[in-house]
């Protein structure tokens, strides 16, 4: 069996822009296991097999290598940059006036691109913490949301799409509470929001609620991040992979269960943005989307495995009186102060 799958076959999703971009894409956290030459070289296998969307960030310490995957891969010719959609995102300590266009001009210099198709403000928080800190570091410096700062950072995120530096702008790990509080604010709304979204945290509400209003939701950890960092781990954590529902029907399909995972997710509508830089493992994910989908019964059954389960909960981004990692998800439905 080839290793091509050729990216017109990959469904598509519509922006509210009306532009196009593929159903799936892949993430290029490295976690603290693999090098940015790792995580690179992934991406430059990834395109040869047919990915046209991939998903950065500055924190993610490897932008310039994935940089020099681009350029080569545009010099070559096997993909012309129009046909990538490529992401980033502004790093909680780059929120500051000025900053945002700062983090994006750095972005783009590593990446070697004169324009990201999508830039995401990180986190709705401007809190910092070290790289690899542990899961109960906290900066006394961090401070709960606000409206107000936030905004700031959105006014510097709309001056992007003014200066074509960045054609689309999205949030990231928003609520409810926090989009209601700034939509109706933003002169430039964001076209895409990256959430945790995989088979044992569904986030329903949210998910319906970006759906609505033309926002297009991209499902980040939609295997579940079976490998995340172990700070971002705790006792009560589900592992999708292992729910004995979502095994059978992987079983029923003979693939792994991850690759259950993203049809799911994309069968659903998100975009999922799975992790690997295993060739075997990323090309399934990509060949997937094109062949042999869920039926409605297999659908039903991964909708009915929500188990609330949020894995990337954020604490080292709570400030100093904050109660635990709940304030930063604005449960009881109003912004946590
Ligand atoms: N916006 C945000 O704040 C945010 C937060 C978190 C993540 N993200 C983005 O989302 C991306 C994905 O999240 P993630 O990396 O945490 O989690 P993930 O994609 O849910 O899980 C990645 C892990 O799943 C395993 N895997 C992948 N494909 C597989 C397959 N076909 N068969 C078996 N195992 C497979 C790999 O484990 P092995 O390596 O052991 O094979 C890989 O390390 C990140 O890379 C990043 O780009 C964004």
Redesign the pocket.
């Given at each position: 069996m080839t290793n091509f799958i050729d990216p017109k076959s990959v469904p598509k999703r519509t922006l509210s822009t009306g532009e196009q971009i593929p159903c799936i894409g892949m993430?290029?956290?490295g976690?603290d296991?693999f090098t940015p030459d790792q995580v690179s070289n992934a991406v430059a296998g990834a395109i040869r097999c047919g990915y046209r969307m991939f998903?950065?960030?500055s924190v993610?310490g490897n932008e310039d290598q994935i940089g020099n995957v681009f350029a080569e891969a545009f010099k070559s010719g096997v993909v012309k940059r129009e046909d990538l959609f490529i992401t980033s995102?502004v790093w909680n300590d780059m929120h500051g006036k000025g900053d945002v266009l700062l983090s994006l001009a750095k972005t783009l210099k590593d990446l070697q691109l004169d324009y990201i198709d999508a830039f995401?403000v990180?986190?709705p928080f401007a809190n910092y913490h070290e790289p690899g800190c542990s899961g109960d570091a906290r900066n006394p410096n961090s401070k709960p949301f606000s409206v107000e700062r936030f905004m700031a950072t959105w006014r510097q995120m709309e001056r992007l799409v003014d200066m074509g530096l960045a054609k689309n702008i999205g949030m990231?790990?928003m609520t409810i509470p926090k989009l209601e509080a700034v939509l109706p604010l933003c002169r430039i709304k964001p076209t895409v929001i990256?959430m945790?979204l995989?088979p044992s945290f569904q986030q329903s509400e949210l998910f319906d609620y970006c759906v609505k209003r033309g926002i297009q939701p991209i499902g980040?950890?939609?295997?579940?991040?079976?490998?995340?960092p172990d700070r971002d781990k705790t006792e009560d954590d589900v592992v999708d992979?292992q729910m004995p529902e979502l095994v059978e029907i992987a079983k029923a399909h003979h693939v792994?269960p991850?690759?259950i995972?993203l049809k799911w997710a994309v069968q659903r509508g998100q975009i999922p943005?799975?992790?690997?830089?295993?060739e075997?493992?990323?090309v399934?994910?990509l060949r997937c989307t094109v062949e042999d989908p869920l039926s409605d019964k297999e659908m039903d059954s991964l909708n009915s495995l929500d188990k609330n389960c949020r894995l990337?909960k954020g604490q080292v981004f709570l400030w100093p009186n904050a109660k635990g990692w709940e304030d930063l998800w604005d449960l009881d439905g109003t912004i946590t102060k």
């Open positions: 993430g290029t956290f976690s296991r998903d950065c960030a993610y995102k995401f990180h986190w990231s790990s990256e945790e995989h980040f950890c939609p295997i579940g991040s079976p490998t995340r992979i792994h991850a690759v995972c943005i799975p992790f690997s830089i295993y075997n493992e990323y399934s994910n990337i």
